[in-house]
């Protein structure tokens, strides 16, 4: 994205105001910021939503894997771009699981076999075994969040954007999906997360970005961000603890560095034991 503004249609105040952002292929990136502060219309605009689904006016560039997403718009980013919304009632239209895992691909036109494999593939990662023949209707929100998940997934996109995923999920539907992020960089998928957990993101993300009020406060590598207690407390962004209980020691005249991974979390003993 470079120099993007976005305004909804109805709206006096634009919602991005000069967002500069770039994920390189491969990549886990992981947003972070307050409610509000646009995560959600970053995503809409890289799917394409916006203006074409959602009325707006988007100004400045938005490119993904060579394509133009705001003249494109979602029709022209089918397989390219997926993204998994915040509220997965919305994402949930067929009356069975199956139905809603094979849409994606039968859209794309891809061959019954290789629909079935795909299924088969995230059926197995996200453990959907028992669902199949259920009417999502029925399912319960977490349940409904990893069949949203699996049924963008079965397109196999090389973006795949991901809006809170873990939000209605306890804690084995997390580990899931964290788990299948990981899993998911690993077969080279671009993967752009909006996501709270800060422990998590310190250990898997490449790079983290910090939103608040419509625009980027702070990007970088997640020992870079996260090491910035302070900014990013003011932000409204929780740090990791591991960095909070060195910046407080820091306060009271301890000269550690400020680790924000749990396993690097050894140099708060250093040489003092
Ligand atoms: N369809 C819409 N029309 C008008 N304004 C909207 C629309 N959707 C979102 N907004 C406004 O845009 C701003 C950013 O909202 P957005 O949903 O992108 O934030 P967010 O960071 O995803 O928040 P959350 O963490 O709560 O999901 C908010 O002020 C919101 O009220
Ligand atoms: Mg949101």
Same mark, same amino acid.
């Given at each position: 994205?470079?120099?993007?503004?976005?305004?909804?249609?109805?709206?006096?105040?634009?919602?991005?105001?000069?967002?500069?952002?770039?994920?390189?292929?491969?990549?886990?990136?992981?947003?972070?910021?307050?409610?509000?502060?646009?995560?959600?219309?970053?995503?809409?605009?890289?799917?394409?939503?916006?203006?074409?689904?959602?009325? $707006?006016?988007?100004?400045? /560039?938005?490119?993904?894997?060579?394509?133009?997403?705001?003249?494109?718009?979602?029709?022209?980013?089918?397989?390219?771009?997926?993204?998994?919304?915040?509220?997965?009632?919305?994402?949930?239209?067929?009356?069975?699981?199956?139905?809603?895992?094979?849409?994606?691909?039968?859209?794309?036109?891809?061959?019954?076999?290789?629909?079935?494999?795909?299924?088969?593939?995230?059926?197995?990662?996200?453990?959907?075994?028992?669902?199949?023949?259920?009417?999502? /209707?029925?399912?319960?929100?977490?349940?409904?969040?990893?069949?949203?998940?699996?049924?963008?997934?079965?397109?196999?996109?090389?973006?795949?954007?991901?809006?809170?995923?873990?939000?209605?999920?306890?804690?084995?539907?997390?580990?899931?999906?964290?788990?299948?992020?990981?899993?998911?960089?690993?077969?080279?998928?671009?993967?752009?997360?909006?996501?709270?957990?800060?422990?998590?993101?310190?250990?898997?993300?490449?790079?983290?970005?910090?939103?608040?009020?419509?625009?980027?406060?702070?990007?970088?590598?997640?020992?870079?961000?996260?090491?910035?207690?302070?900014?990013?407390?003011?932000?409204?962004?929780?740090?990791?603890?591991?960095?909070?209980?060195?910046?407080?020691?820091?306060?009271? $005249?301890?000269?550690?560095?400020?680790?924000?991974?749990?396993?690097?979390?050894?140099?708060?003993?250093?040489?003092?034991?």
């Amino acid at each position: 994205m470079r120099n993007l503004n976005v305004k909804y249609l109805g709206s006096k105040d634009w919602t991005l105001r000069a967002v500069d952002f770039e994920a390189n292929r491969g990549e886990l990136v992981i947003i972070m910021g307050p409610s509000g502060c646009g995560k959600t219309t970053l995503f809409r605009v890289l799917a394409g939503l916006i203006p074409s689904l959602l009325p $707006g006016t988007v100004e400045g /560039q938005a490119v993904v894997e060579g394509i133009d997403v705001v003249s494109s718009g979602y029709k022209g980013l089918a397989g390219v771009v997926g993204l998994v919304y915040q509220n997965p009632e919305m994402q949930v239209v067929t009356r069975s699981v199956l139905e809603e895992l094979a849409m994606g691909p039968e859209n794309l036109g891809l061959p019954r076999e290789e629909i079935r494999a795909r299924i088969d593939w995230v059926v197995d990662m996200l453990n959907l075994h028992d669902f199949l023949g259920r009417d999502p /209707q029925t399912l319960s929100g977490g349940e409904k969040q990893l069949v949203a998940i699996a049924s963008v997934l079965t397109s196999k996109p090389k973006v795949l954007l991901l809006d809170e995923p873990t939000s209605m999920l306890d804690h084995r539907g997390t580990r899931l999906v964290l788990d299948a992020i990981a899993e998911l960089k690993k077969e080279g998928l671009t993967v752009i997360v909006a996501e709270h957990r800060v422990e998590w993101a310190a250990e898997v993300a490449d790079r983290v970005v910090v939103m608040g009020r419509g625009t980027i406060l702070l990007e970088g590598k997640p020992e870079e961000v996260f090491s910035r207690v302070e900014d990013i407390q003011r932000y409204g962004v929780r740090p990791p603890g591991v960095a909070e209980v060195a910046y407080e020691l820091r306060k009271r $005249g301890v000269n550690v560095p400020i680790p924000v991974k749990m396993s690097d979390s050894w140099v708060l003993l250093g040489e003092r034991g």
